[in-house]
């Protein structure tokens, strides 16, 4: 068994990014059981983590692992032995740059004969079917199958007990279900304990127990059931049920349908199905406008017909490293034009051409064919000024790390007019501006160290300094990638501030179609450097199950119509929204409740008025 | 244009199956030591000769893209031809005068200055294709076990060999990260109106300056979390480690040695011999 009991664990908390505390928590993880830790960036899940796996040692209170404690000199690595420790960035974990060595690195250290070695270097390959990449160096590996080395690497030291700490924040869907599939069969197999840190409620809906914590002690702590349930706890903690459970408690308490209660979108499908009300007719009907309802349209392009695109890609083709053997493409053809004051969306898996795209739209990369246009004037052309282009065009990266130069934020977002050469004053009204644009008050930020920002603060100051470019073009590549759900909505909320209030014509870069559905007025599905497709944000739903097939990130509601599809085919799919799931499901199952069920009563508003 | 992986070669390996590919990675060090040696030490015409065709015989064994080795020459050679100018200009020597070209205050050109400066930048760029041709065709991994078992003997010094090894290894390791987070700082100073791309050598040189601070500070970071993961693997130094690769010579690395002894020789021959 692995024990904390009564841990805490504080930083000096000079530093504004310190890892948040850990407070008195005692929890006990089982062999063979699966554990999940949930809660907010700053709730404490990281530091519990590595107090977990003897990383770290607690300030007060014991960690016992099987009978060894933490505190004490010898104890600590037979915990280390037996409590595996898996981050949430790859990169941060590979000590070598081949396969072998790398899942071989924590065996050698435990000083085991080579044969052994060799085994289980065997055994852990096997396990994450990780045999095809032998020879292949790391760093030409994707981050998931990084991911995986990184895993097979722990379990090659054949763990009691893994912790994992976020791992599937950089995975797409696909390949994070192969992850916790894994997982689970360790669990039920082997007999590990399994301690999983996340915050996306999906995942672990499967697991033994979930456990929430709340700068840094525990919230809520029981079974998935039980946990999900207390919706209203939850929510005040910024987590919301799984969608299926939403949408199945909304189908039996206002739709009047008998569903159990149910966590997965599999059981929601296998519920109606054994309910009698599967509904197999129409198997084969075309899939728009199914089901007579009508959903209300997407934004349409504010910009109509003739006015000339602010930005526009025709044909582009770049492929990097030409003339190497690391070569690879980026762009292979690709098309997209950006209106003025439109909010396009690019979305597509790792590796599908988005953040070229990005460097294509403000010309730090000329496509090595191709064109591309702005304001109608290729930029291409002899005599075109890229400068013009590029104070027009702001890009903000993914990692905000990478885009803050200076060390004070007045400085670092002076740091743009001060290049233009403009007078002091009107240096200082734009980065009062800019500031401001992004939420953050001038006078208390404007002396910060931009190191000792949080996560969030650091996003907002990396925007505000594109923002002093005073650009009439925002691209954003990733912005809330591997933030928790309360972060990316205020995050979102600012965006939407900026495109509405602003009038900024926003290009937004994605992995995951979560992120746009509410904002895009046109979104382009990206596949190995070219569009796949494209169209309004519910357009590109219709064609769900190939979304699916792209790996193309999706929400929930999503996954979760792609699944109910299988049991009533003649269910529209394109729903952005819970509630339009439900109406979908009941004009399905040609239900009339639907009239007394009125679409405009959101849950929220209903608990206020009572 | 910015796209440094592409320019930023060293640490790179490319993989393969060639003889140079397979040697025991002992045999390549200790091959690389040696024409180390005999490059520095080249200095008649005939010598150079031999390094040369040296050179294109090892490239020929490696199989690599003739296009993507010369392609990885040429930041060393934009760096060399730079050298080169100052170096000619500034070129010292007793008989220089009797070849000289032109003249103006301490500045000027002779026949000798241009000769000797061509052949230590033709040195310089033959150490520096030699090193890269090395690190394409052994992998890191190979490297470290080489040298480790080459330095093994110091260990009884107390030099802590295994330890120097992993450190060389890891930093290796960050060499394409760096690279990476790099290129992203480059992206965000172009992004805000710095022109990266454009400007003689000497100030797109000055704008990189202000970028390793931050490039440092990541790399910091990076560190101290590598550090964690380490010892989240029970490492703890040397001490009590298994290592997993055994190294054996087969009659391929036999060959290799005999051929290097006699072209060490031949080296020696040529530079005793030939004209200046």
């Known amino acids: ?610 | 244009m910015i796209e440094l992986t592409r320019a930023i070669t060293i640490g790179q390996f490319v993989a393969g199956k060639s003889v140079l590919h397979r040697l025991d990675p002992r045999v390549k060090l200790v091959g690389m030591l040696a024409i180390i040696v005999l490059v520095s030490l080249a200095w008649s015409l005939s010598a150079f000769l031999v390094c040369t065709v040296l050179a294109l015989f090892l490239l020929a064994l490696s199989r690599l893209s003739l296009r993507f080795v010369l392609g990885s020459l040429r930041p060393a050679v934009i760096f060399l031809l730079f050298v080169y100018v100052f170096q000619v200009l500034f070129y010292q020597s007793a008989a220089q005068h009797t070849s000289m070209l032109w003249q103006w205050q301490f500045l000027h050109i002779s026949v000798e200055g241009l000769v000797a400066s061509a052949k230590v930048s033709y040195r310089a760029l033959l150490l520096y294709y030699f090193v890269n041709l090395l690190t394409f065709t052994t992998p890191l991994m190979d490297l470290a076990d080489g040298s480790e078992a080459l330095l093994r003997p110091l260990q009884r010094i107390g030099v802590p060999v295994t330890e120097l090894v992993l450190v060389l290894v890891i930093a290796l390791k960050f060499v394409p990260l760096f690279i990476a987070e790099l290129e992203r700082l480059m992206k965000a100073q172009a992004a805000r109106g710095v022109k990266l791309d454009s400007g003689s050598f000497l100030s797109r040189a000055l704008k990189v300056g202000p970028l390793l601070v931050p490039l440092v500070l990541s790399g910091l970071k990076r560190a101290e979390t590598l550090t964690i993961a380490m010892e989240a693997r029970c490492y703890r130094g040397g001490r009590g480690r298994t290592r997993r690769r055994v190294l054996a010579l087969s009659g391929r690395d036999v060959i290799a040695l005999t051929f290097l002894v006699v072209v060490a020789a031949g080296m020696i021959a040529a530079n005793l011999r030939g004209p200046v």
């Open chain 1, 1 to 610: 068994m692995l024990q904390l009991d009564r841990v805490s664990y504080g930083y000096s908390g000079l530093e504004h990014d310190s890892p948040a505390a850990v407070r008195e928590i005692t929890l006990a993880i089982e062999p063979g059981t699966l554990v999940a830790l949930l809660g907010q960036n700053g709730s404490g899940k990281s530091t519990l983590a590595k107090l977990a796996a003897g990383v770290l040692q607690p300030q007060a209170g014991h960690v016992v692992a099987d009978g060894f404690d933490t505190c004490d000199r010898e104890g600590v690595w037979a915990v280390r032995e037996r409590v595996g420790l898996v981050f949430q960035h790859p990169d941060d974990q590979l000590v070598t740059n081949t396969l072998l060595d790398e899942i071989a690195f924590g065996p050698e250290n435990l000083g085991l004969p080579r044969e052994e070695i060799e085994h289980r270097v065997g055994e852990s390959i096997r396990l994450l079917g990780l045999e095809r990449y032998l020879d292949v160096p790391l760093n030409e590996l994707s981050v998931g199958q990084r991911q995986r080395v990184a895993v097979a690497g722990v379990l090659a030291m054949r763990p009691r007990y893994i912790v994992l700490d976020e791992p599937t924040t950089m995975l797409p869907h696909h390949l994070a279900e192969d992850l916790l599939a894994t997982l689970r069969e360790l669990a039920r197999a082997d007999g590990i304990g399994v301690l999983y840190i996340t915050h996306r409620v999906e995942e672990v809906t499967g697991f033994d127990r979930i456990i929430v914590i709340e700068r840094g002690t525990i919230a809520l702590d029981g079974s998935p059931e039980d946990v999900f349930s207390a919706r209203e706890q939850l929510a005040a903690l910024g987590l919301e049920p799984p969608v299926a459970m939403h949408v199945a408690t909304d189908l039996r308490e206002r739709g009047g349908l008998p569903l159990p209660d149910v966590l997965t979108p599999v059981d929601l499908a296998q519920a109606l199905r054994s309910g009698g009300y599967a509904n197999s007719t129409g198997a084969t009907a075309p899939r728009p406008n199914r089901a007579g309802i009508a959903f209300e349209s997407s934004p349409s392009l504010s910009a109509e017909g003739e006015d000339v695109p602010v930005l526009e890609l025709r044909d582009a083709r770049h492929v990097y490293m030409r003339g190497t053997p690391f070569e690879q493409v980026g762009l292979n053809g690709l098309s997209l034009s950006v209106p003025r004051g439109a909010f396009v969306a690019c979305v597509g898996p790792t590796r599908s051409g988005k953040s070229t795209v990005a460097d294509c739209l403000n010309g730090i990369i000329r496509p090595g064919r191709g064109m591309v246009y702005f304001n109608g004037q290729d930029i291409a052309a002899p005599g075109f000024d890229l400068d013009v282009l590029r104070d027009a065009v702001g890009v903000v990266y993914q990692n905000p790390e990478s885009q803050i130069l200076k060390d004070i934020v007045g400085k670092d977002i002076a740091f743009a007019p001060l290049r233009k050469k403009l007078s002091l004053a009107e240096s200082r009204r734009i980065v009062q501006e800019s500031l401001e644009a992004v939420g953050l008050p001038y006078e208390e930020f404007r002396n910060r160290y931009t190191y000792a920002l949080s996560g969030g603060e650091k996003r907002r100051v990396a925007i505000a300094g594109v923002l002093a470019m005073q650009p009439s073009v925002l691209v954003l590549d990733e912005p809330v990638a591997g933030l928790d759900p309360r972060g990316r909505a205020e995050f979102l909320s600012l965006i939407r501030w900026l495109h509405r209030e602003r009038g900024l014509t926003i290009v937004y870069l994605s992995a995951s179609l979560e992120d746009v559905l509410e904002l895009a007025s046109q979104v382009y599905i990206l596949d190995a450097g070219s569009v796949a497709f494209s169209g309004s944000p519910r357009a590109v739903l219709e064609h769900l199950d190939r979304l699916d097939a792209l790996h193309v990130g999706l929400p929930e509601v999503s996954r979760v119509a792609l699944e109910l599809h299988h049991v009533l085919p003649n269910m529209r799919v394109d729903c952005l929204t819970a509630l339009e799931l439900e109406t979908a499901v009941f004009a399905a199952l040609g239900r009339t409740e639907l009239t007394a069920y009125a679409p405009s009563t959101v849950l929220e508003e209903e608990q206020t008025d009572d």
